[in-house]
């Protein structure tokens, strides 16, 4: 599964719990796959398999 998929299938509010984890800055108006592509993907994967 690419980081689009699991982008798609996890939530907005907890991908940007693990952003403010790791302290990624988000920007303005950043969308779920921005996101994504920031954070680890291990944690991504651990996000979506939930």
């Known amino acids: 599964m690419d980081v689009e998929e699991m982008a798609k299938?996890?939530?907005l509010k907890d991908l940007k719990e693990i952003?403010?984890?790791n302290d990624i800055k988000?920007?303005?108006c950043?969308?779920?796959l921005d996101i994504a592509?920031?954070?680890p993907k291990k944690?991504?994967?651990k996000l979506v398999s939930e």
């Open 26 to 28: 988000l920007g303005r």
């Open 30 to 32: 950043p969308t779920k």
């Open 9 to 11: 299938k996890a939530k």
């Open 19 to 21: 952003a403010k984890k």
């Open 37 to 39: 592509k920031k954070i």
């Open 43 to 45: 944690e991504l994967e």
